[in-house]
């Protein structure tokens, strides 16, 4: 069985800093990797996705993520923090094949604030 | 890219009563559907897999009884919550993955309340 795990349910920031969430998954084997977006009232918007190759991932909004097999963690960073990146951001994970192939499994996910 | 609408966005109903709830898959096909459900607060739990032209998979712990998919095309699947009841408000999200990808887009959403 997979999970996921979303450290910090809420992380506050101010604008221009760092943004960093992370997250870390059980699984046994590699699966995809996801991260995604939600704002208020609506449904999730991919940012990224690790699926093979490269494990520095680069995805929407000036967000990446890297995978790091030895530690099981797929952290997503934003060098500088804007007012629009509040929002509630999801990790979720994937089986690579067979009969589970394509169900997400989400983490907790964390509301990110940005501070003016 | 890729859209996902959902049908209707938000759902008010009497307890007893079916509400359906449609996810459409606007600009490609979608063999593969799934349906979650989100909690104030919480995260995305998966209900059911839908796939076009045969019976829906349901997650452990979910009615199929009560909540009955359809994915009646390549680019229409949907929910029907039959004999609602307040405990079955929630927000309902539906995703289609893209044909022969590993990507999902989800849609807007359908919130749902049960009186």
């Known amino acids: 069985a997979q999970s996921v795990t979303q450290l910090g349910s809420h992380v506050s920031v101010s604008e221009g800093a760092l943004v960093l969430l992370r997250c870390n998954y059980s699984s046994s084997v590699p699966p995809y990797l996801f991260w995604y977006v939600q704002y208020p009232n609506q449904g999730l918007q991919l940012l990224l996705k690790?699926?093979?190759?490269?494990?520095l991932v680069k995805g929407i909004n000036g967000f990446e993520a890297e995978f790091k097999k030895s530690e099981t963690s797929f952290h997503l960073t934003k060098p500088s923090a804007h007012m629009s990146d509040a929002a509630e951001y999801f990790c979720?994970?994937?089986?690579?094949?067979?009969?589970?192939?394509?169900?997400?499994?989400f983490g907790q996910g964390t509301i990110l604030t940005v501070h003016p | 890219g890729a859209v996902v609408s959902q049908h209707p966005s938000w759902v008010i109903c009497k307890s007893g009563t079916s509400v359906k709830i449609e996810c459409r898959s606007l600009d490609f096909q979608a063999t593969t559907m799934f349906w979650y459900r989100q909690f104030p607060k919480q995260s995305l739990m998966l209900m059911a897999t839908s796939n076009e032209g045969s019976k829906a998979t349901y997650e452990q712990g979910v009615e199929k009884d009560k909540f009955l998919i359809n994915h009646a095309s390549l680019t229409l699947s949907t929910l029907t919550v039959t004999s609602a009841h307040p405990e079955d408000s929630s927000f309902y999200i539906c995703?289609?993955?893209?044909?022969?990808?590993?990507?999902?887009?989800f849609g807007p959403g359908t919130r749902l309340t049960v009186l």
């Open positions: 690790y699926t093979t190759g490269a494990t």
């Open positions: 995703s289609a993955r893209v044909q022969g990808t590993d990507t999902q887009y």
């Open positions: 979720a994970v994937s089986q690579r094949g067979g009969t589970s192939y394509g169900k997400l499994t």
